[in-house]
């Protein structure tokens, strides 16, 4: 069954009538759209167009996935993710990106890519989708992070990082989904 093969229906669309530039900025690019909805009435909804971003499981041959911390200052914490990151632009190719990703922020690089698929991590406010990947056979090399990126790489089993994802210890959204979905694909 696809629970979503009516993604298009008519009924539920709302039509844009206008559009006002908020803000625009490196990554974000904020809008105001006025909106006509399925019953007739105006409507505003402030959007975030995002250029679209990657993000990778690797999982070495022993069953251990590379992870990192990192500090994320919007809320304040140190956070543990796989690895990932936005595009350079919205015409990038997505598997060369998490590619160029996983070697600039792990060292590693992999001979085997599996595409879990895409989501939206926040549709409502946001167009930005994630496309999700599995690295297999992965081999190690030399960093090259980004000025600004300040990472701590380690590496922990999948069923342990699947008990953490369950327990609520793990908040990214991404690697949540990600390792969940790697989980059930490997059997964990």
């Known amino acids: 069954m696809n629970i979503d ?28 759209d006025a909106v006509t909805l399925p019953n007739g009435n105006l409507a505003h909804r402030e959007i975030i167009r995002h250029i679209g971003a990657v993000c990778v499981i690797p999982v070495t041959e022993d069953g251990q996935v590379i992870v990192e911390r990192q500090y994320r200052y919007p809320i304040d914490r140190v956070i543990t993710e796989i690895p990932a990151g936005k595009l350079d632009s919205k015409e990038e190719n997505r598997l060369s990106a998490i590619q160029r990703e996983l070697r600039e922020e792990t060292g590693f690089t992999a001979e085997e890519w599996i595409d879990l698929g895409d989501f939206h991590p926040a549709p409502a406010y946001s167009d930005e989708y994630i496309s999700m990947y599995m690295a297999r056979k992965l081999h190690p090399g030399e960093r090259h992070l980004d000025e600004d990126e300040f990472l701590d790489v380690f590496t922990v089993p999948l069923a342990e990082l699947v008990e953490e994802v369950m327990a609520g210890r793990i908040s990214d959204a991404k690697t949540q989904v990600t390792v969940l979905k790697a989980a059930r694909m490997l059997g964990i």
């Open 5 to 32: 093969k009516n993604h298009e229906l008519t009924s539920l669309r709302e039509e844009r009538v206008s559009s006002e530039d908020i803000f625009d900025g490196f990554v974000l690019h904020v809008k105001k």
